[in-house]
């Protein structure tokens, strides 16, 4: 005997993403704004400027990857619940990528998902982590390997967020901007190795151009199930880098950069890319200070923290390797002696 449930369906999860000065934003529920110390003290009040709601309440987090967890998400959620959200309320994420995370999270999980949108402040979380719908947080076991899909109603890049980025957090999204570029568009790649991210117009452009090309991948593979998972070009090995060293020291694009230099060693040694082309990128990075160079103490130890990443298997890990500029190829058949010798490459540093 057999009952069937017949939930074919289609739910559209369409939003729209808009980069230009942030609007008035109205919403006759109950919202709060989930942000960080340091994003409050810098641009809160010219936030609450442009918001009103039915009631707004603040939930200020610590700031750091290291927040990245349960503990943070238990507190989002207690805040919601002695102030009786409903299903019909709203949260607001306010900072970079580690409040739109467990922002999102958070509000997928709340009395079985309410809405909730992104407001990123950081140019890492403009380019790429508000836009996706991918949530979650960290734990011992590596990076992102708890969470959920869950889209957000809306995005708005304000530009003017970065007019207080530090140098370090905006050459950590120059990071995921490179990453967009190499395996998906080489004009954009060749762009980006002259244009002057000095000038606001330029950086417009730039973020316009990232953001239209993830949301491209995102809309034909929103659960990343295939080509989304090229988005993790540099991922696999900066994963383990950022849980090698704990969250502490560095910020994730500039693991990812590190990530990316490896795995285009990887692409070299495959005559996928040749060397000219890995130098290229190795050297835009170091234009904006990011790191490419990573001691590596033990490669065995390495190697094995793979499979922790997502899209691993059992028995085979899964890489995002580069093909030239422009085009990458998505293998669990790399050779597991070459991806040591890289390690162990990069372990004489």
């Known amino acids: 005997m057999q009952v069937n449930i017949a939930l074919e369906k289609v739910v559209d999860n369409s939003y729209d993403i808009t980069i230009d000065t942030l609007p008035k934003l109205h919403f006759d529920t109950k919202v709060a704004i989930v942000t960080n110390h340091t994003i409050a003290d810098l641009h809160l009040q010219y936030l609450l400027s442009k918001i009103s709601a039915k009631e707004l309440f603040i939930i200020t987090l610590k700031d750091g990857e290291i927040y990245k967890n349960q503990e943070s998400i238990d507190e989002i959620l207690d805040f919601m619940f002695e102030n009786r959200f409903n299903r019909k309320s709203m949260l607001i994420a306010f900072g970079g990528g580690v409040i739109g995370d467990m922002t999102g999270y958070a509000s997928s999980?709340?009395?079985?998902g309410i809405d909730f949108i992104q407001i990123p402040t950081t140019l890492?979380?403009?380019v790429d982590a508000s836009v996706g719908g991918k949530t979650g947080i960290n734990n011992k076991y590596g990076k992102n390997l708890i969470g959920a899909f869950h889209q957000p109603k809306a995005v708005y890049i304000d530009p003017f967020f970065l007019t207080t980025l530090p140098s370090r957090e905006f050459g950590a999204g120059v990071a995921e901007i490179v990453k967009i570029a190499v395996i998906f568009n080489k004009d954009f790649f060749e762009y980006l190795e002259t244009a002057n991210l000095q000038d606001t117009k330029i950086v417009e452009e730039?973020?316009?151009?990232?953001?239209?090309?993830k949301a491209n991948i995102v809309a034909l593979d929103e659960k990343e199930h295939g080509i989304r998972a090229a988005l993790n070009y540099g991922h696999t090995f900066g994963h383990v880098i950022e849980n090698e060293t704990k969250y502490k020291i560095y910020l994730h694009g500039e693991a990812v950069s590190i990530g990316m230099v490896m795995a285009n060693e990887a692409a070299v040694k495959m005559k996928l890319m040749n060397p000219d082309e890995a130098l290229r990128v190795k050297q835009l990075l170091q234009k904006y200070n990011l790191p490419v160079s990573?001691?590596?103490?033990?490669?065995?130890?390495?190697y094995e923290t793979f499979f922790l990443d997502k899209k691993s298997s059992d028995t085979k890990i899964t890489f995002i390797i580069p093909v030239g500029l422009g085009d990458v190829k998505i293998t669990d058949e790399c050779d597991k002696d070459m991806i040591i010798s890289i390690l162990n490459e990069f372990g004489e540093v």
């Open 109 to 112: 999980i709340y009395q079985r």
């Open 124 to 126: 890492l979380s403009q």
């Open 206 to 213: 730039v973020i316009k151009m990232a953001v239209q090309t």
């Open 294 to 302: 990573y001691k590596v103490e033990n490669s065995n130890k390495f």
